[in-house]
């Protein structure tokens, strides 16, 4: 066999031609998917999320939106400290690299401070009553003797020196101080108004 005749093998043979046609379709397709692929899932292609806390949402969104980014008010929470309507929190965190169109998750600050309603706790112990105060959202860690006689035992629940009862709305971790038995009865004096004691006139009998 000539080297001409082995050089036009491959062409003549017809199966040997459908191998090379098939290796070269079954090629095509492969780099065609993975092309698709890459593009679908924009491959080593990644976004910086730029850092939004501490402004308003209205700030925010067009920096997100410039960096092909979406975002979602997920939660708030009150603090004194930021300003009303402010990001507090960002998750992803800034800085972080993401795909393009992400939804960036965000915590903002209440543009008023969050109210709790009040438990009732008169008659509980003290310590019971701390922890479902403090569960509430309230600080109840004060706690003031008065003169009762079951010790341990909440007589009164107070805000600012002032008596609130059970279903009340006070601010979220407002200071509460908790009145509480000493175990010891109030005395007589206690109970008793005080009389003003007035001389009597005696200056008819002069």
Excluded: C
Aim: glycine content about 6%.
């Amino acid at each position: 066999m000539s080297l001409k005749d082995i050089i036009l093998f491959p062409i003549k043979n017809f199966y040997f031609r459908n191998l090379i046609l098939l290796v070269l379709v079954i090629g095509g397709l492969v780099y065609s998917v993975l092309g698709w692929l890459a593009s679908y899932t924009k491959h080593n292609q990644a976004i910086e999320v730029p850092d939004v806390r501490g402004m308003q949402v209205e700030m925010a969104s067009p920096i997100l939106e410039r960096s092909q980014l979406r975002y979602q008010v997920v939660d708030s929470i009150y603090s004194k400290d930021v300003r009303p309507g402010a990001v507090v929190e960002q998750i992803p965190t800034a800085n972080s690299k993401v795909k393009e169109n992400r939804i960036i998750f965000l915590t903002v600050n209440a543009k008023s401070a969050l109210t709790v309603e009040i438990p009732d706790v008169i008659e509980y112990s003290s310590r019971q009553a701390r922890g479902t105060l403090n569960s509430a959202g309230f600080n109840a860690d004060s706690i003031r003797y008065v003169d009762y006689e079951i010790r341990d035992l909440v007589v009164d629940v107070l805000y600012n020196e002032q008596s609130v009862k059970a279903g009340e709305r006070l601010p979220y971790g407002a200071k509460l101080v908790l009145e509480v038995g000493n175990g010891m009865t109030p005395t007589l004096q206690d109970t008793i108004p005080a009389v003003e004691m007035v001389e009597e006139d005696k200056s008819w009998m002069e």
